[in-house]
Each structure stands twice: as C-alpha cells, then as structure tokens.
C-alpha cells in the first residue's frame, strides 16, 4: 500500500508495525497485532539476511525500487527490521524514530 510520508513524498507501507496498522489493513484483532507483526518482521529479517548472504552484499533502502515509510536511503534493511521488533507502540518515545 502506498502512503504520502511527512515530505508528501510517496512510499510503500507494509501492513505490520511499525510501518502500517495491520488492523487497518489487514484486518487483524487487536489481540495479535503484536504477534502478527513480529511474525512478518522476523520472516522480512530472515529473507533479507538470505538475500545479503547470497549475494554477499548489504541491502539498504536506497536499493530498492520503491521507497519505504520512516525510512531513509542509507538505512540498512536488516536493521530497519530489527528497530521494528522493538517497536513499543505504547511508549512511543522508545520508538528510535519510527511513527505512524
């Protein structure tokens, strides 16, 4: 799903946390947000690591086609991914930048 980001430039947004609201979107129960999201954010880690492993190098944004809300060019994707685990949307000044 395309987004405008705070730039009003267009982005994707995933349908999980910390990127997207997956009640929203995907129609998801407030009860397995959590559950939902992590279990994409750690199946996007693992692909990403395969893909870095594979083809031995690092992927950032910038290397992508599209864009990705709260994100920058220079961010590692692994990483990205790993700041989303530990998304708290309940405190969100723990949040290292992310936002919805």
């Known amino acids: 799903m395309s987004e405008l980001d705070s730039t009003g430039r ?6 999980f946390t910390p990127f997207g609201d997956p009640k929203e979107r995907a129609s998801i129960p407030d009860e397995y947000v959590v559950f ?10 693992f692909l990403w ?9 690092e992927i950032y944004i910038k290397n ?5 809300i709260n994100t920058k060019g220079n ?19 723990r ?5 919805r």
């Open 75 to 93: 961010d590692r994707i692994v990483n990205i991914l790993r700041r989303g685990l530990m998304y708290d949307e309940k405190n969100p000044d």
């Open 95 to 99: 949040n290292n930048g992310f936002c």
């Open 64 to 68: 992508l086609p599209e864009r990705i």
């Open 36 to 45: 939902f999201s992590n279990g994409c954010l750690l199946r996007s880690m």
């Open 10 to 15: 267009i982005c994707k947004a995933p349908y």
């Open 49 to 57: 690591n395969q893909i870095e492993s594979l083809t031995g190098k």
